[in-house]
């Protein structure tokens, strides 16, 4: 008999980072490697994993540094 127990994803590969993302497994990979967002490797072949809880850490950075960033420009600094 099953529990009925919803099975949560703990940690997700750097391509399906780069799918929540929308940017490419080279790109999540330099997020990684900067260390930007933090990760770990496993197994024999030392592939990535990320914890979805430092993903969502790492949205909500990108959203500060994005409300910071609009806020600056508000007193005339430029985007672009």
């Known amino acids: 008999m099953r ?9 997700m590969t750097l391509a399906d980072v780069a799918e929540t993302l929308n940017i490419s497994s080279a790109q999540a990979y330099a997020l990684v490697r900067s260390g930007e967002l933090r990760a770990i490797k496993v197994g024999g072949r030392g592939q990535w994993r990320v914890e979805t809880t430092e ?14 960033l609009l806020d600056g420009s508000e007193h005339g600094s430029d985007l672009g």
């Open 3 to 11: 529990c009925g127990r919803i099975a949560v994803v703990r940690f």
């Open 55 to 68: 993903l969502e850490a790492y949205i909500q950075r990108a959203y500060q540094q994005t409300a910071e």
